[in-house]
């Protein structure tokens, strides 16, 4: 099979700016999974929304349209709201603004992936069937955990399958593990049982293993490496079965978003995650502060200083891997660029990583 890696995102600033300056003749480009949040508010003053739709149209012109999963949106956001349903508002957003910048061009481009738990409800399915019949178009189904029997999870596909029209060559499959701290044989063992058992029965167009090892908090100013246990796992479960799994990961930040959604404008000690082959480099500043406040412009002096630490080190991959990597080095001392805020140091980091598991070789992760 192709390998073709897969990124989970949030819909949040930082990504969504990594995901705009993504190279326009990036081949291969990986597949990218977006995961809705509530602050996606549909607002005329709403910066996020039109970031997004500018997002996928680009992701649609190069032919891979992103794959939106809207499981994390709550009944009460606009997004959830609108007249049916978020993936249907969504589809007409972008393909109203494919038309109005490719014209007569955009007819046979497709706006979206739509993504659907194993599980979805009999009104999720209709809706994903309605906007296959719009236009025809691929479907991911994501199955959460190795909690259920593989049996189980097969009748729930084959009922996907049945409920919307699609046949298995369109068909995606994600096995999302969620957060991993270390590698655990018991869930390698699993997980290559439940990706044969649907390979097998199902035979989907992809399968991909997806998880992620960032943590929830950083606890120290002291920069780290250490191993990504996602990519073991992938390559232990790769092995076991024959290859038929791609690999995906959650990109620079923790899996689950936190509780409550994004808390908005906030204080934070400037930090970086800067993937290397098979590890990454974890690098935080402590603020410089007043009686108990940070000083003005104490964060860009921070991530300067933090800068120019990665630099120097020897998994810094050079100025011209990524959009992210040229940034870095411009936040050097004289380098004419500044970063002072949450959504800065995620669009860096997330655009070296995208390019970090988009350019490696599989081996190379």
Same mark, same amino acid.
């Given at each position: 099979?192709?390998?073709?890696?897969?990124?989970?995102?949030?819909?949040?600033?930082?990504?969504?700016?990594?995901?705009?300056?993504?190279?326009?003749?990036?081949?291969? !480009?990986?597949?990218?999974?977006?995961?809705?949040?509530?602050?996606?508010?549909?607002?005329?003053?709403?910066?996020?929304?039109?970031?997004?739709?500018?997002?996928?149209?680009?992701?649609?012109?190069?032919?891979?349209?992103?794959?939106?999963?809207?499981?994390?949106?709550?009944?009460?956001?606009?997004?959830?709201?609108?007249?049916?349903?978020?993936?249907?508002?969504?589809?007409?957003?972008?393909?109203?603004?494919?038309?109005?910048?490719?014209?007569?061009?955009?007819?046979?481009?497709?706006?979206?992936?739509?993504?659907?738990?194993?599980?979805?409800?009999?009104?999720?399915?209709?809706?994903?069937?309605?906007?296959?019949?719009?236009?025809?178009?691929?479907?991911?189904?994501?199955?959460?955990?190795?909690?259920?029997?593989?049996?189980?999870?097969?009748?729930?596909?084959?009922?996907?399958?049945?409920?919307?029209?699609?046949?298995?060559?369109?068909?995606?499959?994600?096995?999302?593990?969620?957060?991993?701290?270390?590698?655990?044989?018991?869930?390698?063992?699993?997980?290559?049982?439940?990706?044969?058992?649907?390979?097998?029965?199902?035979?989907?167009?992809?399968?991909?293993?997806?998880?992620?090892?960032?943590?929830?908090?950083?606890?120290?100013?002291?920069?780290?490496?250490?191993? !990504?246990?996602?990519?073991?796992?992938?390559?232990?479960?790769?092995?076991?079965?024959?290859?038929?799994?791609?690999?995906?990961?959650?990109?620079?930040?923790?899996?689950?978003?936190?509780?409550?959604?994004?808390?908005?404008?906030?204080?934070?000690?400037?930090?970086?995650?800067?993937?290397?082959?098979?590890?990454?480099?974890?690098?935080?500043?402590?603020?410089?502060?007043?009686?108990?406040?940070?000083?003005?412009?104490?964060?860009?002096?921070?991530?300067?200083?933090?800068?120019?630490?990665?630099?120097?080190?020897?998994?810094?991959?050079?100025?011209?891997?990524?959009?992210?990597?040229?940034?870095?080095?411009?936040?050097?001392?004289?380098?004419?660029?500044?970063?002072?805020?949450?959504?800065?140091?995620?669009?860096?980091?997330?655009?070296?990583?995208?390019?970090?598991?988009?350019?490696?070789?599989?081996?190379?992760?």
């Amino acid at each position: 099979m192709t390998f073709t890696p897969l990124i989970a995102l949030k819909s949040k600033k930082g990504e969504l700016d990594a995901l705009r300056h993504l190279p326009a003749n990036s081949e291969p !480009r990986p597949a990218i999974l977006v995961e809705l949040l509530d602050s996606v508010g549909v607002s005329e003053r709403g910066q996020l929304l039109p970031a997004l739709i500018k997002a996928a149209v680009d992701a649609a012109v190069h032919d891979k349209p992103l794959w939106i999963d809207a499981h994390l949106l709550s009944a009460t956001s606009s997004l959830a709201r609108q007249p049916g349903g978020p993936l249907e508002f969504l589809d007409k957003q972008i393909e109203n603004t494919l038309h109005d910048e490719r014209g007569l061009l955009a007819l046979d481009v497709t706006a979206l992936i739509p993504v659907v738990a194993d599980s979805a409800t009999d009104d999720e399915l209709r809706t994903i069937s309605l906007l296959r019949q719009h236009r025809p178009r691929d479907v991911v189904v994501r199955v959460r955990g190795l909690a259920t029997p593989p049996a189980e999870i097969v009748d729930r596909l084959r009922r996907v399958v049945s409920r919307t029209g699609i046949e298995a060559e369109h068909l995606h499959a994600v096995i999302d593990l969620g957060f991993v701290e270390t590698l655990q044989p018991a869930h390698v063992t699993r997980a290559a049982r439940l990706i044969g058992t649907i390979v097998d029965d199902i035979g989907p167009s992809s399968t991909t293993l997806l998880a992620g090892s960032i943590p929830a908090s950083r606890n120290s100013f002291a920069t780290t490496t250490c191993q !990504r246990p996602e990519v073991p796992l992938w390559h232990a479960v790769a092995e076991q079965v024959d290859g038929a799994v791609n690999y995906g990961d959650y990109g620079v930040v923790h899996p689950v978003p936190p509780k409550g959604g994004d808390p908005g404008p906030r204080t934070v000690n400037p930090y970086l995650y800067y993937t290397a082959p098979g590890r990454r480099v974890a690098l935080r500043r402590q603020l410089a502060r007043e009686d108990g406040k940070p000083v003005q412009g104490a964060a860009v002096e921070a991530f300067t200083a933090l800068a120019e630490e990665l630099l120097a080190r020897q998994e810094f991959a050079g100025r011209d891997f990524s959009w992210g990597d040229r940034e870095l080095t411009r936040c050097r001392r004289g380098g004419g660029r500044t970063a002072g805020t949450v959504p800065r140091w995620i669009a860096i980091a997330t655009s070296h990583h995208i390019e970090h598991v988009t350019r490696r070789a599989p081996s190379d992760l």
